[in-house]
């Protein structure tokens, strides 16, 4: 069983940046693929960016792309999602997931097992 904490969210203008983290315990992390997600109010949970245990290869969605940056470190058992030139459309909550023995990593909600309970990502000036 892998419980996940997210951390990090925050009120900030737009243009400026987040880091999120993301803290798993009860497993290690190195055969884990790992999902960011997100969901704004009103809206369905929105794929964001994923990390692959293998290779590290990484996945994003359109809207982030060039912005965001998904990474992890297995030493640690952390995976972190940098947010830069945020904007309006970037406040949601957002949630890191975890899921074994994925072949490639995906940004599919229903994949994933192991979820944080989220944090809080507003953009507004």
């Known amino acids: 069983q892998v419980q996940l904490v997210e951390s990090g969210g925050d009120l900030v203008q737009p243009g400026g940046s987040l880091r999120l983290s993301c803290a798993a315990s009860?497993?290690?992390?190195?055969?884990?693929?790992i999902g960011w997600f997100r969901q704004a109010p009103g809206k369905e949970r929105e794929g964001v960016a994923c990390?692959?245990?293998?290779?590290?290869?990484?996945y994003y969605t359109d809207s982030v792309t060039g912005r965001f940056t998904i990474s992890r470190d297995n030493v640690k058992n952390m995976a972190y999602l940098q947010m830069n030139d945020l904007n309006p459309e970037d406040t949601a909550v957002y949630y890191c997931?975890?899921?074994?023995?994925?072949?490639?990593?995906?940004?599919?909600?229903?994949?994933?097992?192991?979820w944080g309970q989220g944090t809080q990502v507003t953009v507004s000036s």
């Open positions: 990390i692959q245990a293998s290779d590290y290869s990484t």
């Open positions: 997931a975890a899921e074994a023995a994925l072949t490639y990593c995906t940004v599919h909600a229903g994949t994933y097992d192991y």
């Open positions: 009860g497993a290690t992390l190195d055969n884990f693929a």
